[in-house]
């Protein structure tokens, strides 16, 4: 159980509902919306916020192209024994 309140995508409604189909839509690999985001579906601003700055920080092209930022993500995911 999680210690910090979140709306599951069964529960979500309105703005926040819009938005978890959307990121389903884009990740249809998925099969939900992980805990990491969900912990900022409290406020439906905070929450497109952190979309946002994750889509800029993880798929635009910058000094690191999204494949390499992938495979970072990867080992680094891969180190902490993390399964996402």
Known sequence: M???AWINESEASGELGEMYRIWLDRNPERPGIPAILKCFSQSSDLFRSILDLSYR???A???LNRRLK???ATWV???NQCPY
């Open 2 to 4: 999680p210690r910090i």
């Open 57 to 59: 920080v993880q798929f």
């Open 61 to 63: 092209d910058g000094h």
């Open 70 to 72: 992938e495979l970072i």
């Open 77 to 79: 995911s891969s180190l």
